[in-house]
C-alpha cells in the first residue's frame, strides 16, 4: 500500500506562482512514474505533467512552458512549481504515484487533491 499526500493550495491571482508538493510512502515499493493531474468542473481529470524516475518530463500543451515537475527519488517526492497562473489553470489537483511491488505488479495511487484558485 502506497499513501500519498499533497501540500501547497490555495488561492493566487493571475500572473502570480504556486508550488505544488506531494509525497508518497509505502514500504517494499518502487515509485516509478510520478505525475500532477487536475480536474475542473464540468471536466475531466486530465494531466498536467509526469516524470519518470530518469527525470524524463511530459507536459500538457496548456501548460508547457508555465509549469516545471521535479521530483527527489530518494525522499519520493513529486513537486510541480506553477507560473504565470491563468483563471483557466483553477482546478482540483492530484498527484498521482505508479508504484512496483514485486507481490502485487504495478498500480496506481492518488492523492486526496489539493485546490487551486487562480482569481483577483
Known amino acids: 500500500q502506497v499513501h500519498v499526500v499533497e501540500s501547497g493550495g490555495g488561492l493566487v491571482q493571475p500572473g502570480g506562482s504556486m508550488r505544488l508538493s506531494c509525497e508518497a510512502s509505502?514500504?517494499?515499493?518502487?515509485?516509478?512514474?510520478m505525475a500532477w493531474y487536475r480536474q475542473s468542473p464540468g471536466k475531466g481529470r486530465e494531466l498536467v505533467a509526469r516524470?519518470?524516475?530518469?527525470?524524463?518530463?511530459n507536459y500538457m500543451e496548456a501548460v508547457e512552458g508555465r509549469f516545471t515537475i521535479s521530483r527527489d527519488s530518494a525522499r519520493n517526492t513529486v513537486d510541480l512549481q506553477m507560473t504565470s497562473l491563468k483563471p483557466e489553470d483553477t482546478a482540483v489537483y492530484y498527484c498521482?504515484?505508479?508504484?512496483?511491488?514485486?507481490?502485487?505488479?504495478?498500480?496506481?495511487?492518488w492523492g486526496q487533491g489539493t485546490q487551486v484558485t487562480v482569481s483577483s
Open positions: 509505502g514500504s517494499w515499493v518502487t515509485m516509478n512514474l
Open positions: 516524470i519518470t524516475r530518469e527525470g524524463r518530463t
Open positions: 498521482n504515484v505508479n508504484a512496483y511491488n514485486w507481490q502485487t505488479g504495478s498500480k496506481d495511487y
